[in-house]
């Protein structure tokens, strides 16, 4: 069992940053993926970034590619997401996924097995 816990969410000003932070512990896989998914209100759930476990490969959604940075430190079990640039469209809940194994599909919803409670982010003019 895999428990992930986000943190760092909050309102900022058009053009601000944060940083997300998504606590993993349970059992380590190194083939697992993490990844990151925002949900509007009214909206379906939506690809944000990946990244691999080992931190070698990321992808990002094209809303967010070139503002946003997903970064994985291992010896604290932690991954991250940077957010710069923020728009009111990036406004959203936004949750922490891993994945139970090594999968393919690393922006669909139904590649990850294991999800946090998710952290609200609003940003506004």
């Known amino acids: 069992q895999v428990q992930l816990v986000e943190s760092g969410g909050g309102q900022v000003q058009t053009g601000g940053s944060l940083r997300l932070s998504c606590a993993v512990s349970g059992r380590t896989l190194s083939s697992r993926v993490m990844g990151w998914f925002r949900q509007a209100p009214g909206k379906e759930r939506e690809f944000v970034a990946a990244?691999?476990?080992?931190?070698?490969?990321?992808s990002y959604g094209g809303s967010v590619k070139g503002r946003f940075t997903a970064s994985i430190d291992n010896d604290k079990n932690t991954v991250y997401l940077q957010m710069n640039g923020l728009q009111p469209e990036d406004t959203a809940v936004y949750y922490c996924a891993a994945s139970a194994g090594y999968i393919t599909l690393l922006r669909s919803v139904n590649s990850y097995a294991y999800w946090g409670q998710g952290t609200t982010v609003t940003a506004s003019s």
């Open positions: 990244i691999t476990w080992s931190g070698a490969t990321t």
